[in-house]
């Protein structure tokens, strides 16, 4: 379908002014000739000016016509070149894709799922913005990003919930530490050891912060972050990062990391949440990607089973 950016009027008085002639125009136009002549005539009047002399071999402008056609066709071809650009930008959405997320995703978990996502659609272009919790609900909010994928703790509203999973917090540790073969652990034994937390206002510092205060427990932390994934190349011997399963599931599958689940309640509130904008309807690819990450949250993202044996 061709977009103009010209009125109707304008439209057939540029093309009277090019072909001379009126049925020429209407021809080219795919028009009656009558309704040519009935525009032009309506233009003129609207404009208290002759834009043509009809002379019996056609039409020739008038000096005001000359003036005015000289300014259409400069403004006709300004317009081609944003429409151009406005279909171009279109064209390129429909190949874009991007998603808003915290940290914790960034280091282990991501990769694989945009690498499998990339290895299928060559041609998408993904824009990958990373961000504290409430900023990535900001930029699907502002229209920003198609996805979200962020901790919760409660509901967010103008949301629509894609997928939700439990993300409990879990205990990680060098495989040689004291309490690695244990089948879970609670905060009580976990605060006996160096810890390696969140930063304020993280869900999973929050959750053990009030895990904490309701046991009447107090603990100093060995290292403070508010990058999750950053802590976990610092883990000496004895220390304990408080993480989800997601954020160090590929040090765990190689054996680098162990991880416990807590048995407290409090640290089983929390959900992963892959989110959209309410009454948005998803891009295909987008869609796509949504997939993906859904089938990958599944397939690696389950809270763990309680089936390493203790050894007390």
């Known amino acids: 379908m061709r977009v103009s950016l010209i009125s109707t009027q304008m439209r057939y008085f540029l ?11 209407a021809a080219q136009l795919h028009v009656a000739a009558s309704a040519v002549s009935r525009q032009i005539t309506k233009l003129e009047d609207a404009l208290g000016a002759a834009l043509f002399d009809r002379k019996q071999r056609g039409m020739a402008l008038t000096p005001a016509g000359e003036r005015l056609a000289t300014h259409l066709r400069a403004g006709a071809e300004e317009a081609e070149r944003v429409i151009e650009q406005v279909q171009g930008l279109a064209r390129q959405a429909k190949r874009q894709v991007r998603l808003a997320c915290t940290e914790g995703f960034v280091a282990g978990f991501l990769p694989t799922v945009i690498n499998a996502f990339r290895a299928e659609f060559p041609d998408a272009r993904l824009q990958l913005s990373i961000a504290a ?26 949301m629509t919930v894609q997928h939700a999973a439990l993300a409990p917090i879990c205990a990680l540790m060098k495989p040689g530490h004291p309490l690695a073969r244990k089948r879970a652990l609670t905060v009580a034994e976990a605060v006996r050891y160096p810890l390696a937390v969140g930063a304020m206002g993280m869900t999973g510092r929050q959750l053990f912060d009030s895990a904490c205060a309701l046991q009447g427990l107090q603990y100093e932390a060995a290292v403070v972050s508010n990058f999750s994934s950053a802590l976990l190349p610092l883990v000496h011997d004895t220390d304990i990062v408080l993480a989800g399963k997601l954020t160090a599931f590929h040090l765990v599958a190689d054996g680098s990391l162990v991880l416990v689940p807590f048995a407290d309640a409090q640290l089983q509130q929390r959900r992963l949440q892959l989110m959209s904008l309410e009454g948005r309807l998803l891009p295909p690819l987008a869609q796509s990607l949504a997939q993906r990450l859904i089938a990958a949250i599944e397939c690696h993202g389950a809270p763990p089973p309680n089936t390493r044996k203790d050894s007390t």
């Open 15 to 25: 093309s009277v002014a090019q072909t001379g002639s009126v049925s020429q125009a």
């Open 133 to 158: 919790p409430d900023e990535v609900s900001a930029l699907l909010t502002r229209g920003d990003a198609d996805l979200a994928l962020k901790y919760c703790v409660a509901p967010e509203k103008g």
